[in-house]
């Protein structure tokens, strides 16, 4: 059965004594509620900021199927590079992912297929989890190139693996026109995009990988449409913006299995 996941991307919020009350308040509902219990058995990862990370791994160690990851890193092992992080300085502190592609990065700071290429490869050499995040905007869905844009991240940043190191790697497939827009892919247009990424994964390592593949959907999910839409097919579960940010919200979406 291929792994459910519902994560939480904090982007930039949250003082670090507000980060550790969430973090606290997100892993006393998983002790009441273990995790390996729930339908799907769903795991949980907290992608906090830098500041946080620390605190937040150590906090969550040891309880099952509860993680943390950065919302980035850099692609070289370490030197003069002010203001970066490294994915072996992630690792050293406890956290086992790291979120690589975000819209986001690819737009404020022109994070190309190349750059993101080379974000993956350093966090898999470092033992980091990296969820690959693809998507397009709104002119290109409107252009009917959607397939087009995805295939082509998803070849140029991830396709050039071997299927074993392919095999670690988790895809978020996030729209860019419903990301904090509060508009959200119809649960039919994430199911569809969602199967034919799984499609092009077969064709580039085989139906076997694909099928073990672990495909979020990022766009605008919540509390209120995240049953619907993680019941597709194809839908793994989600990467969660604002509503990861509100304890009670990011609880009721893990249950939506």
């Given amino acids: 059965m291929r792994k459910k996941i519902v994560a939480g991307n904090w982007k930039m919020n949250l003082k670090?004594?507000?980060?550790?009350?969430?973090?606290s308040e997100i892993a006393e509902f998983v002790k009441k509620n273990p995790l390996s219990t729930l339908k799907g058995q769903p795991e949980v990862i907290m992608f906090t900021p830098f500041i946080h990370l620390s605190s937040i791994a150590?906090?969550?160690?040891?309880?099952?199927k509860l993680g943390a990851?950065?919302?980035n890193c850099h692609t070289q092992e370490k030197g003069a590079f002010t203001g970066e992080v490294s994915a072996e300085m992630i690792a050293s502190v406890g956290a086992q992912h790291v979120l690589v592609g975000h819209s986001e990065r690819r737009s404020y700071f022109g994070e190309t297929d190349e750059i993101l290429a080379a974000k993956t490869a350093i966090a898999l050499k470092h033992g980091l989890q990296p969820m690959f995040c693809c998507g397009e905007v709104l002119d290109e869905r409107n252009a009917n190139k959607h397939f087009e844009v995805v295939k082509e991240q998803l070849e140029k940043g991830l396709f050039w693996l071997d299927a074993d190191a392919f095999a670690g790697v988790v895809i978020a497939y996030e729209p860019v026109w419903a990301i904090g827009t509060g508009v959200t892919a119809s649960p039919a247009q994430a199911q569809e995009m969602h199967a034919y990424i799984r499609s092009i994964i077969a064709g580039k390592y085989g139906q076997q990988v694909a099928d073990s593949t672990s495909i979020l959907y990022g766009g605008s999910c919540n509390a209120q449409n995240a049953a619907e839409l993680f019941a597709n097919?194809?839908?793994?579960?989600?990467?969660i913006g604002g509503?990861?940010?509100?304890?009670?919200?990011?609880?009721?979406?893990?249950?939506?299995?």
């Fill in 69 to 71: 990851g950065a919302q």
């Fill in 58 to 64: 150590e906090a969550v160690s040891g309880i099952d």
């Fill in 233 to 239: 097919a194809d839908v793994d579960g989600g990467l």
């Fill in 16 to 23: 670090l004594e507000e980060g550790k009350q969430l973090c």
């Fill in 243 to 257: 509503a990861s940010l509100k304890a009670a919200d990011f609880t009721t979406i893990i249950q939506s299995f």
